[in-house]
C-alpha cells in the first residue's frame, strides 16, 4: 500500500500487514498512521487526500462551531481506534475557505469519506462515537 506522509507528504510503500507496526516515513521519519486527525491546508488537501493509501474522513469544521467542538474529542477517539482502516483529517473552514468552498461545505460540522481521491460519502450534524463508527460502517469500513 502505498501511504501519503501526512508530515512532509512524501508517498511510502507499507506491506499491508505492517500498518499495525507503526510505520515511519522513509523521508522524514514521522507516523505514518498517527493516532490523531491531520490538520489539511489548501496546500496538503489535494496531494494527501490522493495518495492516502486508505479511505480518508475529513471533519470540516470551525473554531465558532459549539458542535464542532463536541464532536473533536469524538473524532480524535475514533481516530485512534480506526488509525490503520481510515484517515483521519480535519480542515478548518475559516482558515480554508477555498477547500470548503471546492467541496461545497454549506453546514459544518460535515464528514467527507474519500476513496482513492473522490468523495464517496458525506454526511452533516455532530455524532457520537458509536454513530459515527456506525456511519463508517454503513460505507464499509469495519
Known amino acids: 500500500m502505498e501511504l501519503a506522509c501526512p508530515h512532509c507528504l512524501a ?4 506491506p499491508d ?3 499495525a507496526e507503526s ?3 522513509g523521508k522524514c521519519g514521522a507516523v505514518l498512521l498517527p493516532a490523531k486527525p491531520l490538520d489539511l491546508t489548501a496546500d496538503s488537501f489535494d496531494r494527501f487526500i490522493a495518495r492516502a493509501g486508505l479511505p480518508v474522513l475529513v ?3 470551525a473554531e465558532w ?3 464542532c467542538k463536541m464532536m473533536a474529542p469524538v473524532f480524535q ?14 480542515v478548518d473552514t475559516e482558515a480554508e475557505p477555498q477547500v470548503s468552498m471546492r467541496h461545497h461545505i454549506k453546514g459544518i460540522p ?4 474519500f476513496r482513492n481521491g473522490a468523495e ?5 450534524g455532530a455524532m457520537d462515537g458509536h454513530a459515527l463508527k456506525r456511519w463508517l460502517a454503513a460505507q464499509g469500513i469495519r
Open 11 to 14: 508517498v511510502n510503500r507499507v
Open 17 to 19: 500487514e505492517r500498518l
Open 23 to 25: 510505520p515511519k516515513c
Open 59 to 61: 471533519d470540516f469544521w
Open 65 to 67: 462551531c459549539g458542535p
Open 77 to 90: 477517539q475514533v481516530a485512534a481506534e480506526m488509525a490503520t482502516r481510515v484517515r483521519f483529517a480535519k
Open 110 to 113: 460535515s464528514l467527507i469519506l
Open 120 to 124: 464517496a460519502a458525506r454526511t452533516s
